[in-house]
């Protein structure tokens, strides 16, 4: 059974950080690209990176400078690092795994962004 498991989600001040992670299980993680995805209440749910299996890596504009997506391929993990959060990142946040034409997706976690 796959498993997509995101976690630290939270609420931030504007120019706060947080560190999501994406824990996946029930399959050949080394394999699969991962990214990230999110979606704000009345909008579609839209890519902000992805790392491919040989780790090079693609980013929204919109994000570009101030988030940074990792893997760790040893603990079937992908990380997204954003820094200089603005409202405009609140959103729940997905991870997605793709090989080929299979697609896991996570449950998301939710990321708030507020004074």
């Known amino acids: 059974q796959v498993q997509l498991v995101e976690s630290g989600g939270g609420s931030v001040q504007p120019g706060g950080s947080l560190i999501l992670s994406c824990a996946a299980s029930?399959?050949?993680?080394?394999?699969?690209?991962m990214a990230w995805y999110r979606q704000a209440p009345g909008k579609q749910r839209e890519i902000v990176a992805s790392i491919t299996t040989g780790g090079s890596t693609n980013y929204a504009d919109s994000v570009k400078g101030r988030f940074t997506i990792s893997r760790d391929n040893a603990k079937n993990t992908v990380y997204l690092q954003m820094n200089s959060l603005k409202p405009d990142d609140a959103a729940v946040y997905y991870c997605?795994?793709?090989?080929?034409?299979?697609?896991?997706w996570g449950q998301g976690t939710s990321v708030t962004v507020s004074s």
């Open positions: 997605r795994a793709r090989f080929n034409n299979e697609y896991y």
């Open positions: 029930g399959i050949i993680f080394s394999r699969y690209t």
